[in-house]
Every structure is written in structure tokens, then in C-alpha cells.
């Protein structure tokens, strides 16, 4: 089960434990998925279509340093905490 964070508009965004660096969220809209490094909002793999990543790009932006919490927490295998969506 992948720990959702956040969803909004019929995004979804998660963290895994355990997950490799950069620091980073994985998306999911419909069939499309992404991952996005928190520091940059780079989309690193995948593909969303182009208003979905100006939403997550925003969102991500809006919530940095919580999403840094959230992976210092993954790497401690602690609970997540969830983030509010963009509104």
C-alpha cells in the first residue's frame, strides 16, 4: 500500500518508504503517473497531462517544507503526516 499524502482535483499524491533519493512524491492522475522531486517540483519520470503538473508543481511549492517532514519521517519509517490539497 503506498501512503497517500494528499488528493485533490482527482490527483493523488504519496511517498513511499524506503524510496530512493532526491527527495520526492509519486502522482497519480487516471492511467497517468509521475514523480516530482520535492526540492526542484522537476517532474523526474513519467507523464501528467500539462494543467496536472502546473496544479502539483504549485501544491509542491505551497508545501515544501512539509513534504521535507514527510520524507524525513519515510526514512524513519514513521507516519506520515497528511497535507492539505490545494484549493
Not at 504519496?14 to 530512493?20: C, E, K, L, R
Not at 526542484?40 to 494543467?51: K, N, Q
Request: proline letters at 9%.
Amino acid at each position: 500500500m503506498v501512503p497517500e499524502i494528499s488528493r485533490f482535483f482527482g490527483i493523488v499524491v504519496a511517498m513511499y518508504y524506503d524510496d530512493h533519493p532526491p527527495p520526492h512524491v509519486h502522482v497519480r492522475y487516471g492511467e497517468h503517473r509521475a514523480i516530482l522531486e520535492i526540492g526542484t517540483a522537476a517532474v523526474l519520470f513519467g507523464d501528467l497531462p500539462h494543467r496536472v503538473v502546473g496544479m502539483v508543481v504549485e501544491w509542491v511549492a505551497l508545501h515544501r517544507a512539509e513534504l521535507e517532514k514527510n520524507w524525513d519521517r519515510a526514512r524513519g519509517r514513521a507516519p506520515l503526516a497528511p497535507i492539505g490539497p490545494l484549493e
